[in-house]
């Protein structure tokens, strides 16, 4: 009922920047949350930004004053502008959002998970 779908992921060199966009689409009634989080390999998934539907965000310590997120409800998208990027910040994100949509059964309100989007920094 509820599809995320990132974009903007790629390959770049150190000290470059990117931007990721996250697309909300299906029945939805409204978003609450909407963030990003990173997984590298072996390592657990990460926070790394997240904002509410009244603009507070919460960054992770090691992207503070590097990375900044955005929304736009009328889009129900939400960005992630990263730069002065690092190899460590190697890794798949994904995007999540606290949704409430309309089912056959009525109104349901749970988190969604995008398929992920690669983002590779190299030295």
């Known amino acids: 009922q509820v599809q995320l779908v990132e974009s903007g992921g790629g390959l770049v060199q150190a000290g470059e920047s990117l931007r990721l966009s996250c697309a909300a689409s299906g029945r939805i009634v409204n978003i609450w949350n909407m963030g990003w989080y990173r997984q590298a390999p072996g390592n657990q998934r990460e926070l790394v930004a997240r904002i509410g539907s009244g603009d507070i965000t919460n960054f992770a310590d090691f992207v503070k004053g590097r990375f900044t997120i955005s929304r736009d409800n009328a889009k129900k998208t939400v960005y992630l502008q990263m730069n002065s990027l690092k190899p460590e910040d190697t890794g798949v994100y994904y995007c999540?959002?606290?949704?409430?949509?309309?089912?056959?059964?009525?109104?349901?309100?749970?988190?969604?998970w995008g398929q992920g989007t690669q983002v590779t920094v190299s030295s």
């Open positions: 999540n959002a606290d949704v409430q949509y309309l089912t056959n059964s009525g109104l349901q309100r749970r988190e969604n």
